[in-house]
Nanobody
Framework: VQLQASGGGLVLAGSSLRLSCSASGGTFRSVAIAWFRQGPGKEREFVAAFSRTGGYTYYADSVKGRFTISRDNAKRTVYLQMNNLKPEDTAVYYC??????????????????WGQGTQVTVSS
């Protein structure tokens, strides 16, 4: 499956953004789909994900209650609604997909397809 992320931008702290990840080709419904991010000088970190079955969602503690992952299967698109953004959310955000087992959901190395990344910058 090929992925394309969009929706990033420069916003003030406290603002909201919605990222989109559009999928083409492959099987969209039977793979885990996740968002990861990588800030300046930092390692890639897990943000949120749908399980392989699509029935469960997972969030990093740092974004729980502020970010929401959702999907529109008809549009083959996964969204990441980000509210109350903080400067520490500044990063390049990537969407990823793959036949990932539940125990590996938060492990970026388990994903086989990646979008190109979209920059999110939050100023204080």
């Amino acid at each position: 499956v090929q992925l394309q992320a969009s929706g990033g931008g420069l916003v003030l702290a406290g603002s909201s953004l919605r990222l989109s990840c559009s999928a083409s080709g492959g099987t969209f419904r039977s793979v885990a789909i996740a968002w990861f991010r990588q800030g300046p000088g930092k390692e890639r970190e897990f943000v949120a994900a749908f399980s392989r079955t699509g029935g469960y969602t997972y969030y990093a503690d740092s974004v729980k209650g502020r970010f929401t992952i959702s999907r529109d299967n008809a549009k083959r698109t996964v969204y990441l609604q980000m509210n109350n953004l903080k400067p520490e959310d500044t990063a390049v955000y990537y969407c990823a997909a793959g036949p990932v087992i539940t125990s590996e959901t938060r492990n970026w190395r388990a994903y086989t397809s990646w979008g190109q990344g979209t920059q999110v910058t939050v100023s204080s």
